[in-house]
């Protein structure tokens, strides 16, 4: 719901009978699972999520990493043997709670081309950053390392729509606009994305003992949990200068930025995660708009959930 609410909607609950219920009809997704710290020292720790829902257990694990942050200065979590996470932003904006700068990454089954390949190997592989500001909206960096997300493709398909050029390919190699026919989605910024997508699959795979690139076991494989792998992190602003200071001169940054004549087409210069922030305002007031088809849907799910083929 807070995907939905920030208009993140590919992230939102069109994934709940497309992804999540299916998976825990399948019994892929442990409904009581056994979370447990693994390993822990004053900084760092490894969570294992027993196949259990990814969202409760990265929850779990930013609220570790802030403890240990407060006391420390830094917190940093992996967690593995965990499922699709949701909507990365909302475990990095957790530590703004605390005045602390929250980071949230994860990697993802095998969806895009490396720069220069024309077959997928990475995952879209997320990275989330939020630091706290004063009087202005948070700057919340919330973005895939490919040029969208699988999600985006899968919501143009249920719409009926074409998709932007750019965005992926076929199983040829060749840029396609017709979201049933995308084989791999695109790295953003061409090498800058594949690299940095690379950096975070052996951050939350081979780091967290998990599995990475083309091994990790596809989302729309029904047939075995997908084991991935996160990691969140939390900076206590507090060890290193003064909470309020900070916030004020991030505000500075902000406005400053924001006064800057803007270039040719453009109204007004947007920070990261403004644009989100002012679509909750909105839809807190107005509703989330979803498709009609996928409103039936939800309605054919009311009470029998369990029941969704």
Do not use: W
């Not at 570790?64 to 904006?93: C, D, P, Q, R």
């Not at 780091?207 to 900076?235: M, Q, W, Y």
């Not at 991030?250 to 406005?255: A, C, G, H, K």
């Not at 803007?262 to 995660?273: M, S, T």
């Amino acid at each position: 719901m807070e995907a939905n609410l920030r208009g993140v909607d590919t992230h939102g609950i069109v994934r709940l009978p497309l992804y999540y219920l299916k998976r825990i009809k399948k019994g892929l997704i442990n409904t009581d699972p056994d979370y447990r710290v693994i390993k822990k020292s004053h900084s760092t720790a490894v969570v294992d999520a027993d196949d259990g829902p990814g969202q409760v257990a990265t929850l779990g694990a930013m609220e570790l990493a802030m403890e240990m942050a407060k006391h420390s200065g830094i917190g940093l979590v992996t967690i593995k043997n965990s499922s699709h996470f949701g909507m990365a932003a909302y475990f990095a904006m957790k530590a703004l709670e605390k005045d602390m700068i929250g980071i949230a990454m994860t990697h993802a089954d095998s969806r895009v081309a490396p720069f220069g390949a024309r077959k997928a190997y990475l995952g879209t592989n997320p990275l989330a950053i939020a630091i706290p500001a004063e009087k202005h909206f948070p700057i919340v960096l919330d973005m895939a390392t490919s040029v969208t997300s699988m999600g985006s493709i899968i919501l143009a398909a249920m719409e009926e729509r074409e998709i932007p050029e750019g965005l992926a390919i076929d199983e040829n190699g060749h840029a396609t606009t017709d979201p049933k026919r995308v084989a791999a989605l695109l790295p953003v910024g061409g090498p800058k994305g594949s690299g940095l997508a690379i950096i975070i699959d052996i951050l939350c795979g081979i780091l967290t003992e998990s599995n990475f690139g083309n091994h990790i076991h596809r989302g729309d494989d029904f047939s075995k949990p997908e084991k991935l792998g996160h990691l969140v992190g939390a900076i206590n602003v507090a060890s290193f200068c003064d909470p309020a200071k900070f916030k004020h001169r991030v505000d500075q940054m902000i406005s400053e930025i924001k006064s800057l004549p803007p270039a040719p087409g453009f109204d007004e210069i947007l920070l990261p995660g403004e644009r989100e922030f002012k679509t909750k305002e909105e839809r807190l007031k107005k509703g989330i708009p979803i498709p009609q088809e996928f409103f039936e849907k939800l309605q054919r799910l009311e009470g029998c959930y369990l029941e969704t083929d």
